[in-house]
C-alpha cells in the first residue's frame, strides 16, 4: 500500500504532520477527515533514494493522456462526480508522472478549485489544448464530450507520432550498426594486424598509417573521445536552447530538402487538427490560434502565427491572417477560406487534418527513404576505408618477407 504524506489541522488550529498508509490518495483523505482534521496538504510520499528520483522529461507523453482523457470520459458520462472520478483513475494510473499530476488535480479539487483550474496547475505537466478544452467544457456543461474529444484528439496525434518514430527506425539501426563495426575494428582487430605489419617492417600507406594512429589513440585515450563526443553534445544541445540557437535549427529542420517537406506536412497537420479540435469545442478563433501555435513545436511557425493573430484581432479573417505563412501548403489557404464561407470551418479543418496527416506519412517515408542509401554509403565508406587500409599492406607482406 503506498505512503502519503500530510498536513492537518485539529479543532484547536494545531498543525501536524506525518505519514500515512492507505489505498488511494482519497482513502486516505477519508481517513484524516474521520479523524476530525482539517487538511491542508495531503500527497503521495515518493521518499527518498535514487530509485525514486524522475528521469526525463515531467510532460506526460500521448499515451498517458489518451488514457487520462479517455477514463475521464468514460466516467464522466457514466454520471460519476468529478471527485470520484479523479479517484478511481488515480488508482489507474501507471506512471508516477501520470498519478503525481492526478493526484495533485484531487488535492486541488477537494480545497475547492474547479476542474479547469486544477489542471491550469499542472500547465507544465499538461498541453495548453487540455486546460483551454476543460475550460470550455465546463462552461458549456459538456466535459464529458470534450473530454471524448480531448482522447480522439491525443490518439490521433499520438498515431502521427508513432508512424515517424516507425519510420527512422530502420536508419537508426543501420548507424548503430556502423558504429558498432567501426568500433569493433579500430579497437580489436586493427591494433593486433597493426602489430604484425610493423614487426615485419617496411614502408606503410598514408591511410594504414592514419587507421593505425586512430586505432591506438582509441585504444589508449577512449576517455578523450568520451569528453569530446559528450562536450560536443552537451554545446549542441545548449545552442538549441537558446532563443537564437532555436530559430536557427527550427528553420533549418523548414528549409532542408526532403526533411524540409516532411516537416512542413507535419506542422500543417497539427495545425489543422488542433484548431478543428479547439473550434469544435467553442473556443474563439483567436484563443486557438494562439494555442496551436504552441503546439507546433516550431519557433518560426510559433512567431509567424503570433502575427496572424494580431491581424485577427484586427477583424481579418483566418485564411488572410494565415496566407502570408508560406511554410504551411497553399490547400490550407483554400480549405480554411471555404470553411469560413460556408460556416463549417471546424469539419473542413478536421478533413484537412487527414489530408495533411496522410501527406506528412509520405513525405516520412521519402525522407526515410533517402536516409537508407546515404547511411549505406557512409557505412561503405568507413568500413570500406578500414578494411582497405588494413588490407593494403597485407597484399604486399610477402616482399617483406622476400
Known sequence: MPNFRYQVLDDAGKSTSGVLDAASIADASRKLKSEGKYIV??????????????????????????MITRQLASLLSAGITVVRSLDMLYQQCETKRSKRCIG????????????????????????????????????????????????????????????????????????????????????????GIAQTIMDLGGDLPALTKFIMAVSDSMVHFW????????????????????????????????????VGKATKMNAAARFTRTVSTLLKSGISVLTAVEITGASLDNVILEKKLADARVEIRKGTSLSKAIKPITEFPPMIYAMTAIGEESGTLDTILDKAADFFEDEADAATAKMTAALEPCMLIIMAILVGGVVGGIAMPIFTMAQFIG
Open 41 to 66: 496538504s495531503l500527497e503521495l510520499d515518493k521518499g527518498q533514494g535514487l530509485m525514486n528520483m524522475e528521469v526525463g522529461s515531467k510532460r506526460l507523453n500521448t499515451k498517458e493522456l489518451v
Open 104 to 191: 495533485e488535480v484531487y488535492e486541488q479539487i477537494q480545497s475547492g478549485k474547479s476542474l479547469s483550474d486544477a489542471f491550469k496547475e499542472q500547465k507544465d505537466v499538461i498541453p495548453t489544448i487540455m486546460c483551454s478544452m476543460i475550460s470550455a467544457g465546463e462552461e458549456s456543461g459538456r466535459l464529458d464530450e470534450i473530454m471524448e474529444r480531448l482522447a480522439v484528439h491525443f490518439a490521433k496525434e499520438a498515431k502521427l507520432k508513432n508512424k515517424i518514430s516507425s519510420a527512422m527506425v530502420y536508419p537508426k539501426i543501420l548507424l548503430f550498426v556502423t558504429l558498432a563495426i567501426v568500433i569493433g575494428l579500430m579497437t580489436f582487430l586493427v591494433p
Open 223 to 258: 576517455w578523450v573521445y568520451l569528453i569530446v563526443i559528450g562536450g560536443g553534445w552537451f554545446a549542441f544541445t545548449s545552442w538549441k536552447r537558446t532563443e537564437k540557437g532555436h530559430a536557427r535549427w527550427d528553420t533549418w529542420m523548414l528549409k532542408i530538402p526532403i
